[in-house]
């Protein structure tokens, strides 16, 4: 390397601004029984701020957004398209526009309490609500954050570190290790959104981000517990959560050699093209390597973009993605709660289930598949069932399958990223049914 970025002054931004992002979303902080993040707090914390009134927000954001997607639709104004910002969170296809429409038809009818009760059912319009609550408050409070975490120097230090022992077992560059460790800490939503980000910065290809976002965005640690809680076996939460982290490692292991994601693009966002680079020069010590990366990465950093940076998110993920997870979510849940499709097609895991000697197989069994619309409905359904190894097998498997429409699925489907609807729900399958027989086998060693 003939320029060295290692100086006082790169040293600085690396360690400290590394050390901001690290504080907010990675490092676990006690709470109760269980750990959780300085970005969950923000996250309680701005929703306890804004209180009854959020929903009145939302309200504004998701009507405000479909009256100008509309309007961007079928006047293409000028002050709309050559803005940067606002181009991003208006021009739309004709899918999308529908979608906005939807979403602001069901937000208004959730919050103002007016229509049917299938869509304003807290089991179905209200959640989504409460949901894209959620999600508004963890979008303000990491999107200025975030480029602490991304741009000042840790991924690229910890990307050339584990590079040797990621890029084999799963075939994404090191950095992603701070996806998953994001996620498990934090939020599933979030750690989609990160990857996502890094994709459109050239850090990730097409086939890379595919498959973190599907398989590195495991829920908490809180949400497992309270996943152990609602089935009734926190008792037996510490093998519960060990079988996840195991199983999960696992599938990641498993899922990477498969199509759909096995044939994703292995090609960078054709804009940014590619930024990354974790291969270690000849002649140089790999912890030589990992701070000169760093270094070199941090020296761009100004505070400047973090602004910019961060109007960018939040336009784009309130006006844009939180009117498209509320309609998408809601008739999903609809169907799933209004109707017995799910019933009618699970029969053959109930057969499946019965095959590895589970009791109340069939009981079970729609539960495996309504994941893939939530992830918090498959433990609802199974309170009922009395086998403690049911639940056992169920609770693990509703959070390893990842693949949650109203979570992540609608996330992942309205990034550039060539994963749709068909090719999600297969990675679904795919990882409930190989989770099934590893989970059920874990249950039989340690009940």
Same mark, same amino acid.
């Given at each position: 390397?003939?320029?060295?970025? &290692? @100086? ?46 959020? @929903? ?48 602001? $038809? ?11 009760? !299938? ?18 408050? #963890?979008? /303000? ?36 290790? %701070? ?17 996502? =980000?890094? !994709? ?8 890379? +981000?595919? !498959? ?6 495991? *829920?908490?640690?809180?949400?497992? /517990?309270?996943? +152990?809680?609602? $089935? ?11 079988? %996840?982290? *195991? $199983?999960?490692? /696992? ?20 804009? +940014?093209?590619?930024? #990354? ?46 009117? %498209? *997870? ?37 009981? +079970? ?11 918090? *409905? ?18 693990? /498997?509703?959070? &390893?399958? #990842?693949?949650?429409?109203?979570? $992540?699925?609608?996330?992942? #489907? ?15 399958? =795919? ?17």
């Amino acid at each position: 390397m003939t320029q060295s970025y &290692v @100086n006082s002054k790169n040293l600085l931004k690396f360690l400290l601004g590394s050390a901001l992002g690290i504080v907010m979303f990675l490092v676990p902080i006690p709470q109760g029984d269980s750990f959780t993040t300085l970005l969950d707090f923000v996250k309680s914390f701005l929703k306890d701020l804004f209180g009854p009134s959020l @929903n009145y927000i939302l309200v504004a954001i998701i009507v405000g957004s479909a009256v100008l997607t509309v309007y961007d639709y079928l006047c293409k104004p000028d002050w709309i398209r050559k803005n940067h910002y606002l181009s991003k969170a208006f021009c739309s296809t004709p899918l999308y526009l529908v979608s906005k429409i939807l979403g602001a $038809v069901f937000v208004v009818m959730v919050v103002f309490k007016i229509g049917p009760e !299938y869509v304003t059912s807290i089991d179905t319009g209200a959640t989504m609500v409460d949901l894209c609550a959620t999600l508004f408050c #963890i979008v /303000l409070g990491f999107s200025f954050f975030l480029p602490f975490l991304t741009d000042c120097g840790i991924m690229e230090f910890l990307g050339v570190l584990l590079k040797p022992v990621v890029r084999p077992l799963f075939h994404v560059p090191g950095r992603a290790s %701070i996806d998953l460790i994001a996620s498990w800490f934090g939020a599933s939503n979030a750690a989609v959104i990160l990857t996502r =980000e890094q !994709y459109m910065k050239g850090f990730y290809t097409k086939r890379e +981000a595919g !498959y973190i976002m599907t398989n590195f965005s495991i *829920v908490s640690i809180p949400f497992c /517990l309270l996943i +152990a809680n609602t $089935v009734g076996i926190s008792n037996l939460f510490p093998p519960f959560y060990l079988c %996840i982290c *195991v $199983v999960g490692v /696992l599938l990641a292991v498993i899922i990477a050699r498969l199509p759909p994601i096995s044939l994703l693009p292995d090609t960078y966002q054709e804009q +940014a093209g590619k930024q #990354i680079n974790e291969d270690v020069p000849q002649q140089t010590s790999l912890m030589g390597y990992a701070l000169e990366s760093s270094c070199k990465r941090a020296e761009s950093f100004q505070l400047k973009n973090v602004v910019s940076g961060g109007m960018e998110v939040l336009m784009g993920m309130y006006f844009d993605l939180i009117p %498209i *997870v509320i309609s998408w979510g809601t008739i999903v849940l609809m169907i799933a709660t209004y109707t017995p499709l799910f019933k009618w097609i699970s029969y053959p895991m109930g057969l499946y289930l019965n095959l590895f000697g589970l009791e109340e197989a069939f009981a +079970a069994a729609p539960a495996t598949l309504i994941g893939f619309t939530d992830m918090f *409905v498959p433990a609802l359904m199974i309170t009922g069932i009395a086998s403690v190894k049911t639940k056992f097998v169920i609770g693990v /498997l509703s959070l &390893v399958q #990842i693949i949650y429409m109203t979570e $992540v699925g609608a996330i992942i #489907i309205k990034s550039e990223i060539p994963l749709n609807l068909f090719k999600l729900f297969l990675v679904f399958m =795919e990882r409930t049914l190989i989770a099934i027989p590893l989970i059920v086998l874990f249950a039989n060693l340690v009940l």
